[in-house]
């Protein structure tokens, strides 16, 4: 098992920076595959980005490309997520999401989840 704490959140102004952090316990860290994910109010849970355990792969939303990079420091057991050009349309909270030695993808297991960081971008 796994268990997730992320941190990091806060409010920002568009166009800022955040970066978000998922730190994991266990020594099996590094064999799960991490998502992030974000909830707005009112809206349905959305993928958002993802790395696979062994780092060669990555995944984003298009809704992210370009302005979201994931990566991934096994030896302190974190993965980061920095967050850049923030619009407006990026509140929510974000979680991050582990799955076992699993292919990176937004429709993953993901049996562990972390309790969220909330992220206010505003205009």
């Known amino acids: 098992q796994v268990q997730l704490v992320e941190s990091g959140g806060g409010l920002v102004q568009a166009g800022g920076s955040l970066r978000l952090s998922c730190a994991a316990s266990?020594?099996?860290?590094?064999?799960?595959?991490i998502g992030w994910f974000r909830q707005a109010p009112g809206k349905e849970r959305e993928f958002v980005a993802g790395?696979?355990?062994?780092?060669?792969?990555?995944y984003y939303a298009d809704s992210v490309k370009g302005r979201f990079t994931i990566s991934r420091d096994n030896a302190k057991n974190t993965v980061y997520l920095q967050m850049s050009s923030l619009k407006p349309e990026d509140t929510a909270t974000y979680y991050c999401?582990?799955?076992?030695?699993?292919?990176?993808?937004?429709?993953?297991?993901?049996?562990?989840w972390g309790q969220g960081t909330q992220v206010t971008v505003s205009s």
């Open positions: 266990g020594r099996t860290f590094s064999y799960y595959t």
């Open positions: 790395i696979d355990y062994s780092e060669r792969t990555t």
């Open positions: 999401a582990a799955d076992y030695l699993a292919v990176v993808s937004p429709s993953g297991r993901y049996d562990y």
